[in-house]
């Protein structure tokens, strides 16, 4: 399945930049952009079966969708794009077009994979207001 391949390379780009960072991880949020063909729950799958035995074994994937933005050369609209595709969002190939003109757009963004950020459980306890 593609989403292990793309979650494997996911952790392993991850491990090496979290060797400075003291701390459980606690979860890893990627950002996803909604033309990209993953399924949120193949993504959330693949972590915890690929993460088992590293670090990031007890934290958890968290994907937030990305909405897609086009821009039309033709009118110069930008904004969202109308689908040509399957109903229900996981067509295999988007196909998509101007909702003002109809003529072919440029993605602005929508294809995105990333990490953006990582939570990092706090071992310290508060300090202060007890006493
Ligand atoms: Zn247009």
Redesign the pocket.
């Known amino acids: 399945m593609h989403e292990y391949a793309v979650v494997d390379e996911l952790i392993t780009s991850l491990l090496p930049r979290l060797e400075t960072i003291p701390g459980e991880v606690s979860a890893v949020f990627v950002r996803k952009g909604e033309l990209r063909i993953l399924s949120d729950r193949a993504l959330e799958n693949a972590f915890e079966l690929l993460s088992r035995g590293t670090r990031l074994e007890s934290a958890r994937l968290v994907v937030e969708s990305v909405a897609a933005v086009v821009g ?1 050369a ?2 110069s ?1 930008e904004g969202a794009s109308t689908y040509y595709g399957d109903e229900g969002g996981h067509f295999a190939i988007p196909v998509l077009a ?1 909702p ?2 109809g ?1 072919a757009v440029s993605v602005v963004c929508g294809r995105e994979l990333y990490v953006d950020r990582v939570a990092i459980k706090d071992d310290v306890p508060p300090s202060g207001g007890v006493q």
């Open positions: 039309c033709a009118c609209y101007c003002r003109c003529a």
